[in-house]
């Protein structure tokens, strides 16, 4: 399982959050297992259907 899931709108936006994230040391925390997602309708989709792209992701659907 993984700790972050994160969604995006675009590459760029996805570049910049693994950036970040690829400076856990300088950030001082422990390295984060991650995936991230590029919405396919953009910011649009991120603003409107996050929750139904990201509802599998949920930690109570593990349980389902």
């Known amino acids: ?4 899931v994160i969604l995006v709108a675009d ?3 996805k570049a910049g959050v693994e950036g970040i994230l690829k400076r856990h ?3 001082k925390i422990r390295p984060v297992q991650h995936d991230i997602f590029v919405h396919p309708e953009r ?3 991120v ?7 990201l509802r599998p992701f949920t930690f109570s659907s593990y349980f389902l």
Do not use: E, R, V, Y
């Open 1 to 4: 399982m993984k700790d972050l």
């Open 11 to 13: 590459i760029d936006m």
């Open 25 to 27: 040391k300088s950030l």
């Open 43 to 45: 910011d649009p989709g």
């Open 47 to 53: 603003l409107n259907k996050a929750h139904q792209f």
